[in-house]
């Protein structure tokens, strides 16, 4: 097979640079339509008013002509430098996109695997981002310093094999090698810039029946609202007429790289039958993934065929089929082995109340309980002149009512003061400001059981947990990772406790019940020791846990990121893929 990419790097970029400039001349002779129809409608409007100004005299129209050519240039390459300067770090930002854990099991596959295909394709060193997000999609940019990056979603990490992750990393190699990166990229941050626009003058919709908040609007408001909306259309057309046929060489450019067409089929039929929704702006963005936002469903209409910024996804994969050969069928029975396959080599987890019911005793650590009433020497002065108490250094210092002013009583020393009179707070306060434990000796304590934490892994995540009570403390950062990942299923048991407390909880969404059954009692932090409070998982999943805002922690008591799991992963149950007869028609 002749290689389709011989050319160094740097040199394509180059080219790809020097072919932007039709970009430039696109935009060049759409800013001078756009403002001669808008100066056009201003000398109509006032013109025939105003006519002693001699709006249409010959002179006029001259010197009209070379301001608005003047202002066309002007603006395009003021346009063309802020895609080019902020366009992919805008991209990145809007969606989210992190660099990735080394630590973290897939994470770390994920960084090595990129390592391998760069050195396959000859490329230098080319960055590594990942979206968190439950989505199946992957994406290549070129930054503003001319370096390549390769941005994967959570979802695909957690559901692709190693074969088909090296597929689709070859493929957005590919395209970078080719030099689409750069010009797509530039084409989407162009197209970004309107939408931004357009977004930033929408009114203000009621949270309530999507009624604007504000009934008023001038028609000028809503002819620049219309012209902005048209000129992102029309951005968003340049870019998918540049990317759409681009998709094929770049399958066939990974398959030179991977050696490997079925993996990328595959994988290619993973992202459009899963949930391929990666943030916002999909629109503008689309022609940037390997499969397009929302394709699922699409049929392939002549309006869809204008919209879409890639090619048909039978098309693609039968292309893929004919290298090996096979068909589309098989290629999608073998998808649906491994997933049958993945389901039935999972761990089911257990409760500990399943246990406890087997008769199954845990082993009580060696810890001696403090006891409840441990530094528990300080009252603080309510509005009203009254003390209140006791409490102990911690519980102080995190009570609402509290501030550095207020009085408080230390019943130890039987002293009174303003609270920033005490040695003990101030230097409180500052640990706060630092995120440091405010007790060291109380650090790494499970809060329910009060005894050590020890370390581990849950699919591929490090987390700390109680030996007794099994429950878990763990970085936000990190939540949507577990919930993506399938390495573990659940108990009848919990399966039917989390549906017991589903049924429970939608009866009064508004309490702030934990999975417990109850109110959360006041907990400290394990980490920095600040007070957790019980707030929901996300304004889409209102599951109430505990969390420190402080150093942005999450502890879950017995079962909770089990049942918390289960809940979210029968929501995100993809709905029935496309039969296989009709790909193979």
């Not at 590594?128 to 999609?137: E, L, Q």
């Not at 996300?538 to 879950?556: A, H």
């Not at 017995?558 to 929501?571: A, G, N, R, W």
Request: proline share 6%; hydrophobic share 40%; charged share 25%.
């Amino acid at each position: 097979m002749k290689r389709q990419f011989n050319k160094d790097f740097y040199q394509v970029q180059s080219q790809q640079w020097k072919k932007s400039i039709v970009l430039l001349l696109i935009l060049i002779i759409f800013y001078f339509f756009a403002i001669g129809f808008v100066t056009a409608i201003f000398l109509l409007s006032f013109g025939l008013i105003f006519s002693r100004f001699g709006f249409f005299s010959e002179n006029f129209i001259i010197k009209l002509f070379i301001t608005i050519s003047i202002l066309s240039v002007a603006i395009s390459l003021f346009h063309l430098y802020d895609a080019r300067k902020f366009g992919a770090q805008f991209i990145r930002r809007r969606l989210g996109a992190k660099s990735p854990d080394s630590k973290d099991r897939y994470h770390k596959r994920f960084i090595n695997t990129l390592e391998e295909m760069r050195i396959a394709g000859g490329l230098p060193k080319v960055q590594s981002y990942i979206i968190p997000t439950y989505a199946v999609n992957s994406m290549a940019l070129i930054e503003a310093d001319k370096s390549p990056s390769v941005i994967v979603t959570e979802g695909l990490l957690a559901d692709f094999t190693r074969d088909e992750l090296q597929a689709v990393i070859a493929h957005e190699l590919a395209h970078i090698l080719r030099g689409d990166a750069f010009f797509i990229t530039l084409a989407c941050s162009l197209a970004n810039f309107f939408e931004r626009l357009r977004q930033a003058i929408e009114p203000e919709m009621a949270s309530s029946g999507g009624i604007p908040l504000k009934q008023e609007a001038t028609g000028g408001g809503f002819l620049l609202y219309l012209a902005l909306t048209l000129s992102s259309i029309i951005m968003h057309l340049i870019s998918a007429f540049i990317s759409r046929e681009r998709e094929i060489l770049a399958d066939a450019a990974a398959v030179e790289l991977s050696r490997n067409p079925k993996a990328l089929a595959q994988a290619i039929y993973k992202a459009h039958v899963k949930n391929s929704f990666v943030g916002e702006f999909n629109l503008t963005y689309s022609p940037l993934f390997i499969v397009p936002p929302y394709s699922r469903g699409k049929d392939d209409s002549f309006f869809n065929n204008i919209f879409n910024s890639h090619p048909p996804l039978i098309r693609r994969i039968f292309l893929l089929t004919d290298m090996i050969p096979t068909t589309p069928a098989a290629i999608i029975n073998e998808v649906i082995e491994i997933q049958k396959t993945r389901e039935k080599s999972r761990v089911v987890l257990h409760s500990p109340e399943e246990k406890l019911q087997k008769k199954l005793s845990f082993v009580e650590p060696p810890h001696a309980l403090p006891s409840p009433q441990e530094g528990k020497i300080w009252l603080i002065r309510t509005p009203k002149g009254k003390w209140e108490g006791l409490h102990t250094l911690e519980e102080l210092v995190y009570l609402r009512t509290f501030s550095p002013l207020i009085w408080i009583k230390n019943i130890q020393e039987q002293i009174e003061a303003p609270a920033r009179d005490f040695p003990q707070v101030r230097n409180a306060l500052v640990c706060i400001g630092k995120k440091k434990h405010l007790n060291p000796a109380k650090q790494n304590l499970c809060p329910r059981c009060t005894i050590p934490l020890k370390e581990s892994y849950y699919e591929g995540v490090a987390i700390k947990f109680c030996p007794k009570c099994l429950g878990k403390l763990i970085d936000s950062a990190v939540m949507s990772r577990i919930i993506t990942r399938k390495e573990v299923n659940f108990s009848d048991y919990l399966e039917q406790k989390a549906k017991s407390f589903q049924k429970k909880y939608m009866a009064n969404p508004f309490l702030i019940r934990k999975i417990t059954g109850e109110k959360s009692k006041n907990i400290l932090c394990p980490n920095c020791g600040a007070k957790m409070l019980p707030r929901p998982y996300t304004y889409y999943y209102v599951i109430p846990v505990n969390k420190c805002l402080s150093c942005q922690k999450i502890w879950f008591d017995t079962d909770e990121m089990e049942i918390l799991q289960f809940l979210i992963e029968e929501k995100l149950k993809s709905p029935s893929t496309p039969s296989i007869d009709s790909l193979d028609d």
